[in-house]
């Protein structure tokens, strides 16, 4: 059984940085995607942030292309967001996720119906 476990989310003001983990283990796809996602808050959807694919697929979310950057390390089993000049609007509860990679499409990258397990969040907080 997959387990997604982040940290690394605190408060920090605008303009500043934050480098999210996600522990992954139990992975036994060949093929998959690992995503990060946010939900803010009062929002009732969660929005897709970032994410890869073991086809070396890459895709961000329109809102935070050129400052957020996905890196997944095979080493450690772990798959990080480095988030630069944050902005309040980034405030929300931050979930990594992974699924089985059937179709490689960057666009399903995005999408929570692609993903079939995830973690519990880590909580960002941008002040301005």
């Known amino acids: 059984q997959v387990q997604l476990v982040e940290s690394g989310g605190g408060s920090v003001e605008g303009g500043g940085s934050l480098r999210l983990s996600c522990a992954v283990s139990g992975l036994t796809y060949r093929q998959y995607r690992l995503g990060w996602f946010r939900q803010s808050p009062g929002g009732t959807e969660r929005e897709g942030v970032a994410g890869l694919d073991t086809d070396g697929n890459i895709n961000y979310a329109t809102s935070v292309k050129g400052r957020f950057t996905i890196i997944h390390d095979n080493a450690k089993n772990t798959l990080f967001l480095q988030m630069n000049s944050l902005k309040p609007e980034d405030t929300a509860m931050y979930y990594c996720?992974?699924?089985?990679?059937?179709?490689?499409?960057?666009?399903?990258?995005?999408?929570?119906?692609?993903?079939?397990?995830w973690g519990q969040g880590t909580q960002v907080t941008v002040s301005s």
């Open positions: 996720a992974v699924g089985v990679l059937y179709k490689s499409r960057p666009s399903l990258l995005l999408e929570t119906y692609a993903y079939v397990s």
